[in-house]
């Protein structure tokens, strides 16, 4: 059972919990993101068994007529076993979603495996454009390059800081150097594509920085943020607009997920001391 003070950032541990919570979210003009818990699996029939719950909540997704859609992590459906087997699964998930007309992400996990979650999804995206899109972080020094490799592939691209701790040989230490490097890869999203950019931040100066530029180059783009970060604001730029969207993970699999929140943000870890102390 989800601890309670954990349910602000996880969207229950079941399939109907989870769109549950999508209606709910849909019902403030907020559209989401779901994400089954797992990752690092190094046994096949686990990611196997992942990759048909996905299956078979894109069905659930399409016989409930919510605003929802799914991301996958690679190392869930099978990178840590092979990037054949990744790839396989990858593209057999989104076959299903281009059948029933819905969308799936992929996360980026840590530096190690870009080149393989790009490659997938470049070959993919080709096969089933824009019913797939790929996250990408400007916390690491090739990124700007992998933006400019697929800026013409029909996908959408989700630009996040990046949250991984990697070496300062391949990523920006300084933060003040990701915030540049994240305006500047924004940048050029936004200046040469037309629609499919999605800018994964909190940071109102980052929002603000997207709503200017997309209203300069007329590029579509949506907002996406987590489930239990600044959900106020979320349904504030919805009600502005905005194309938001929440990323809502859920499953049995929540606790480590949990502590990561926690710890990424003081405001978080200062909630969850209220709310063990019942304040």
């Not at 399939?15 to 019902?27: G, I, K, Q, Y």
Request: charged share 30%; with cysteine.
């Amino acid at each position: 059972m989800i601890l309670p003070i954990a349910r602000r950032f996880v969207a229950g541990e079941t399939v109907p919990e989870a769109l549950e919570h999508a209606r709910a979210c849909n019902e403030d003009g907020v559209s989401v993101i779901l994400n089954l818990l797992g990752e690092h699996y190094d046994d096949p029939a686990a990611a196997r068994a992942d990759v048909d719950a996905y299956l078979a909540l894109l069905d659930d997704i399409a016989d409930s007529g919510l605003g929802a859609c799914i991301s996958v992590k690679p190392s869930q459906i099978g990178l840590d076993i092979s990037a054949d087997l990744f790839e396989e699964h990858y593209r057999e998930i989104v076959a299903r979603a281009h059948e029933l007309d819905a969308f799936v992400w992929c996360d980026m996990e840590d530096a190690d495996t870009t080149d393989a979650t790009l490659d997938a999804f470049e070959s993919i995206a080709e096969t089933y454009p824009w019913s797939v899109g790929q996250c990408l972080q400007s916390n690491l020094k090739r990124t700007h390059d992998d933006l400019d490799r697929l800026v013409d592939v029909p996908g959408k691209i989700r630009l996040v800081k990046g949250a991984y701790d990697e070496p300062d040989a391949i990523a920006y230490a300084n933060k003040s150097r990701v915030n540049e490097a994240f305006r500047e890869d924004l940048a050029f999203l936004f200046e040469r594509r037309d629609r499919g950019v999605a800018v994964g931040s909190h940071d109102p100066a980052m929002i603000s920085l997207a709503d200017r530029l997309a209203r300069e180059h007329g590029t579509g783009y949506e907002i996406q943020m987590l489930m239990g970060v600044r959900e106020d604001a979320q349904r504030d730029l919805a009600a502005q607009g905005v194309d938001v969207v929440q990323y809502a993970p859920y499953g049995d699999k929540w606790l480590s997920y949990f502590y990561r929140r926690i710890r990424e943000r003081k405001e978080n870890v200062a909630f969850a001391a209220r709310a063990i102390v019942g304040r």
